[in-house]
């Protein structure tokens, strides 16, 4: 009975062994991003449109911290690029459960009028979702968003290799 438990260990080892050794060999074989990568994503050539289309002093509201830090990770080494903002998501939650005020004052997070705003996010239905930041903003308290937000979209790209979490994102323009 020992020996059996011993040889299954052994098989399980070797097996886990056969799998691990060459993505840690070659990093572009560790999931997610070895599969991203080894697919020839979009996600480069997609980011480079964006800012170019984004205005320079712009600010970029991801959907999600997924996108955000996909969106940071691969951004150029010397910054360029606009800036992130929180993404949508944390936004709607912690105005949902009544704390977005206090949570945007403690960490002095504010929006200035001027300042051109974009979002990146999966496809929304475009009046829904600016209902939805006109709120955000309002209770927010942001400065210029007393009256409802209209968005515009700018540009969609379709992206093969994230086709299950994002088959494609879309960059909206916010109309104040």
């Given at each position: 009975m020992?020996?059996?438990?011993?040889?299954?260990?052994?098989?399980?080892?070797?097996?886990?062994?056969?799998r691990e050794v060459p993505r840690l060999v070659d990093p572009l074989r560790i999931d997610p991003w070895g599969f991203y990568l080894a697919q020839r994503g979009d996600w480069r050539p997609m980011q480079r449109e964006v800012e170019t289309l984004v205005p320079p002093g712009a600010l970029l509201i991801p959907w999600d911290y997924q996108i955000s830090h996909v969106y940071g990770a691969m951004r150029p080494s010397?910054?360029?690029?606009?800036?992130?903002?929180?993404?949508?998501?944390?936004?709607?939650?912690?105005?949902?459960?009544?704390?977005?005020?206090?949570?945007?004052?403690?960490?002095?997070?504010?929006?200035?009028?001027?300042?051109?705003?974009?979002?990146?996010?999966?496809?929304?239905?475009?009046?829904?979702?600016?209902?939805?930041?006109s709120a955000a903003f309002r209770e927010a308290?942001?400065?210029?968003?007393?009256?409802?937000?209209?968005?515009?979209?700018?540009?969609?790209?379709?992206?093969?290799?994230?086709?299950?979490?994002?088959p494609s994102l879309v960059l909206y323009r916010i109309i104040r």
């Open positions: 020992i020996v059996g438990a011993a040889a299954a260990a052994a098989v399980l080892v070797a097996l886990h062994l056969v010397d910054g360029r690029g606009p800036a992130l903002f929180i993404p949508l998501s944390t936004l709607f939650e912690r105005q949902q459960n009544g704390t977005l005020a206090t949570y945007l004052a403690r960490r002095q997070i504010a929006l200035a009028p001027e300042v051109p705003v974009f979002i990146l996010a999966p496809p929304q239905d475009v009046a829904v979702l600016a209902q939805r930041v308290r942001f400065t210029g968003a007393d009256a409802s937000i209209q968005l515009e979209i700018v540009r969609e790209w379709r992206d093969k290799s994230w086709l299950i979490a994002y």
